[in-house]
């Protein structure tokens, strides 16, 4: 498991901003589409706990990242502290993100556009992204 949510008490606050912004990103993704799924919405749970999260706190979480989004109308501020992480923190978050795409069996140019534009704004290159996608894709098609 991969620590991102530090449980040092001084940390909480900033890790909740984080995790809610995280949250809010992967929900941008899963709404995108128009089709957002209970699917999605477990992928999202399952993504912050492997993060680290506390699982008695993704509801909230959750609560707060779906109200974000909805009142959001740009990825920026999910993106803004998510770029500064290391790559293989990154690489969880775009996995993440194929996962919650490919969840309905396709990716419509809505979704490739979207990760187009998170792929710069993340600082991930593209061949890593596209191989990160093939690999979701394979696991999926099997």
């Known amino acids: 498991m991969f620590k991102l949510f530090n449980k040092d008490e001084n940390k909480n606050q900033d890790n909740d901003k984080l995790s809610v912004k995280l949250a809010a990103l992967l929900i941008h993704v899963a709404r995108i589409d128009e089709n957002y799924s209970s699917k999605e919405k477990d992928i999202i749970k399952k993504t912050l706990i492997e993060l680290g999260e506390e699982e008695e706190k993704i509801g909230k979480i959750f609560n707060q990242a779906e109200e974000l989004e909805k009142n959001s109308n740009q990825i920026l501020e999910f993106t803004k502290e998510i770029k500064n992480k ?21 990716s419509d140019i809505y979704e490739s556009n979207l990760m187009r534009r998170l792929t ?9 992204v596209g191989d990160i996608k093939n690999k979701i894709k394979n696991k999926i098609n099997k």
């Open 86 to 106: 290391d790559e293989a923190f990154k690489v969880i978050i775009v996995e993440a993100l194929w996962k919650i795409i490919f969840s309905d069996g396709t």
């Open 120 to 128: 710069g704004l993340l600082y991930l290159d593209n061949k890593i």
